[in-house]
């Protein structure tokens, strides 16, 4: 029984290690060329087969091709959304913690501000406003606009780790604030950084789908699992293999981060 809870409880880890593992060696797993339109009259649009498990989209491209090397993309996108979006929380959520009542207010007052302006609404303007972004722009701006979360749940762990009694002695001995915050405080805030990473990754994948799905995202040829979906161009019933995949991929790393996200959550020291 513990080893069937075990590997229940190891089994998202194991997953999501998985989908990286697609995204860092999709290209070398390939079995064609994502870039080849080997026959755009003959080959496009096909559905599933055994020379093409995936199907080809319109211009005859192979779909599990571009799954793998869409892979790298999104993945890539998300994870350096969630780089920016978890450096920027930490430090803004430690530093309303450890500082004075007037910049603790401040700072949660801007927070809040920022939560109050609806994402998506504000990604679509952004991107809009640039008329094309490139990968890492992208990332950008999916990381500056999802830090709030991580500023909260650091900021009130913090407050909590404050009043323990090793933070408490610490403070007794005369630490200098850098020193605790550094040697202290966040070796003991891994958890909660742990959570909201898990947390934005598993916002940054769809919002990344959906930028890409909307033409605003990463632009072709490059395929990411938004962009796939898009070349369906209004025929979702007769080409059902280029939304299918690329959405169960989405809703697989959505459902993963989750579960991760929840087993983090579950841990004493959380």
Same mark, same amino acid.
């Given at each position: 029984?513990?080893?069937?809870?075990?590997?229940?409880?190891? %089994?998202?880890?194991?997953?999501?290690?998985?989908?990286?593992?697609?995204?860092?060696?999709?290209?070398?797993?390939?079995?064609?060329?994502?870039?080849?339109?080997?026959?755009?009259? =003959?080959?496009?649009?096909?559905?599933?087969?055994?020379?093409?498990?995936? =199907?080809?989209?319109?211009?005859?491209?192979?779909?599990?091709?571009?799954?793998?090397? $869409?892979?790298?993309?999104?993945?890539?996108?998300?994870?350096?959304?969630?780089?920016?979006?978890? !450096? @920027? /929380?930490?430090?803004? $959520?430690?530093?309303?913690?450890?500082?004075?009542?007037?910049?603790?207010?401040? *700072?949660?007052?801007? !927070?809040?501000?920022?939560?109050?302006?609806?994402?998506?609404?504000?990604?679509?303007?952004?991107?809009?406003?640039?008329? !094309?972004?490139?990968?890492?722009?992208?990332?950008?701006?999916? /990381?500056?606009?999802?830090?709030? !979360?991580?500023?909260?749940? @650091?900021?009130?762990?913090?407050?909590?780790?404050?009043?323990? #009694?090793?933070?408490?002695?610490?403070?007794?001995? $005369?630490?200098?604030?850098?020193?605790?915050?550094?040697?202290?405080?966040?070796?003991?805030?891994?958890?909660?950084?742990?959570?909201?990473?898990?947390?934005?990754?598993?916002? %940054? @994948?769809?919002?990344?789908? =959906?930028?890409?799905? *909307?033409?605003?995202?990463? /632009?072709?040829?490059?395929?990411?699992? $938004?962009?796939?979906? *898009?070349?369906?161009?209004?025929? @979702?019933?007769?080409?059902?293999?280029?939304?299918?995949?690329?959405?169960?991929?989405?809703?697989?790393?959505?459902?993963?981060?989750?579960?991760?996200?929840?087993?983090? =959550? #579950?841990?004493?020291?959380?």
């Amino acid at each position: 029984m513990r080893g069937t809870a075990r590997l229940r409880r190891a %089994a998202p880890y194991a997953a999501l290690a998985g989908l990286a593992a697609l995204g860092v060696l999709g290209p070398w797993l390939a079995p064609y060329d994502p870039l080849a339109q080997p026959d755009p009259v =003959g080959l496009a649009a096909l559905p599933p087969s055994w020379a093409h498990p995936f =199907g080809t989209d319109p211009i005859s491209r192979d779909v599990l091709s571009r799954m793998l090397a $869409g892979a790298r993309v999104s993945l890539g996108i998300a994870a350096s959304a969630v780089l920016v979006a978890v !450096t @920027v /929380g930490t430090a803004i $959520g430690a530093t309303a913690a450890l500082s004075g009542r007037w910049v603790d207010a401040a *700072l949660m007052r801007i !927070t809040d501000a920022a939560m109050a302006i609806p994402r998506l609404l504000l990604l679509l303007t952004a991107v809009a406003a640039f008329g !094309t972004v490139t990968p890492l722009a992208l990332a950008l701006l999916l /990381g500056v606009t999802g830090w709030m !979360t991580t500023a909260r749940l @650091v900021r009130h762990e913090t407050h909590r780790l404050l009043a323990s #009694e090793f933070v408490r002695g610490a403070r007794a001995l $005369g630490v200098p604030p850098r020193r605790l915050l550094r040697v202290h405080l966040l070796p003991a805030l891994l958890p909660t950084i742990g959570v909201a990473a898990t947390v934005a990754l598993a916002a %940054a @994948v769809p919002l990344e789908a =959906g930028l890409s799905f *909307l033409g605003l995202g990463v /632009g072709p040829p490059h395929p990411s699992w $938004g962009n796939i979906i *898009l070349e369906a161009e209004g025929e @979702v019933v007769r080409r059902w293999w280029l939304v299918l995949f690329p959405t169960l991929a989405i809703v697989a790393t959505v459902l993963t981060t989750n579960l991760i996200a929840e087993r983090l =959550g #579950e841990r004493p020291d959380a």
